[in-house]
């Protein structure tokens, strides 16, 4: 089984080395943008990854025009699935089918709009959040607390329930995860005791934070978050990444004349259209119940609160 890359202190020392269905979507911000983020897990983890990668040609057996020009995966290569022995040390072997990277051959030597090495993965580090937004006050228009931003779920069984909006942060040590552990050493550092603020401007990441300790793993409230991820199918983030890194991933997204086991299956919804808009740095995930002019009157009451 691979092994979990995880930790703030992982994050950075691996940074600073590399100076029914339904989808959990990755967290995208545009230039400007504000979001409200709710962490549900203290689990962080840490994987290479190939992010913006040339899709094989449409397979015959897809329809439609769905099927994207990019697509990210799980670096095969990467330290997670090296094996381990007795005593825990990583040896040069990796489990079966690892090891040699689809990705690592047929990119080698290809460079990007950057002029970088294509089959060079970069090291990303994840967590699991949910999107919050802030409630004002009708009159005054200052921050009265936050809210989780919620969206429909239909089960096996064709319920529908209402349910907080869960979103996987993809993101670099340095721009986000650095600037975000900085922002809590003004009180404790448990990730998941707070909602944040997170503003970027440019390629970095600017956090402010709220610690609300009545929603807290332990706390009554708390409740909700691990009902919905009941409902998501027991929801795991390291099975995910881990599932961008198996061969039948390669096999649907890269390597030609390969199908992946059962085929390709899931044809007709939202899930290739949503994929290349992700892989291709595409539209943010987030809330649209503010307006812009709502954000500002809300960042406007925190600076108040603060000085």
């Not at 099927?67 to 997670?80: H, I, R, S, V």
């Not at 909602?195 to 909700?224: C, I, M, Q």
Request: with cysteine; hydrophobic share 35%; glycine share 8%.
């Amino acid at each position: 089984m691979p092994v979990a890359e995880e930790g703030f202190e992982t994050a950075e020392a691996q940074a600073q080395a590399a100076s029914s269905f339904h989808r959990v979507s990755t967290l995208r911000m545009k230039d400007g943008e504000v979001r409200y983020l709710r962490f549900i897990s203290e689990r962080i983890f840490t994987f290479d990854m190939h992010m913006g990668i040339p899709t094989k040609p449409q397979p015959k057996e897809v329809k439609g025009d769905k099927w994207p020009k990019l697509m990210w995966a799980t670096c095969q290569n990467g330290k997670p699935f090296r094996l381990r022995d007795a005593a825990g040390n990583v040896l040069d072997e990796y489990e079966p089918g690892y090891g040699e990277c689809h990705v690592h051959v047929v990119m080698k030597g290809k460079k990007d709009d950057f002029g970088k090495d294509k089959s060079v993965p970069r090291v990303q580090s994840f967590g699991l959040a949910v999107l919050r937004e802030p409630v004002l006050d009708p009159v005054t228009r200052e921050a009265t607390g936050f809210r989780d931003v919620t969206e429909e779920f239909k089960d096996a069984e064709g319920v529908v329930h209402t349910i907080p909006k869960v979103v996987i942060v993809q993101q670099t040590y340095s721009n986000f995860w650095a600037p975000l552990k900085a922002s809590m050493f003004l009180g404790s550092r448990t990730l998941c005791n707070r909602d944040f603020e997170v503003t970027r401007k440019d390629k970095d990441y600017l956090f402010g934070n709220n610690v609300t300790p009545d929603l807290a793993p332990g706390t009554p409230a708390w409740s909700r978050y691990e009902r919905t991820l009941e409902l998501l199918g027991n929801f795991d983030l390291f099975a995910q990444i881990v599932e961008w890194s198996t061969p039948d991933w390669y096999k649907r997204w890269f390597i030609e004349g390969a199908t992946p086991e059962g085929g390709y299956g899931r044809q007709g919804d939202d899930d290739e259209g949503e994929a290349a808009q992700e892989a291709e740095g595409g539209t943010a995930v987030g809330s649209d119940a503010l307006s812009q002019e709502e954000v500002d009157d809300f960042r406007a009451s925190m600076r108040a609160g603060r000085s």
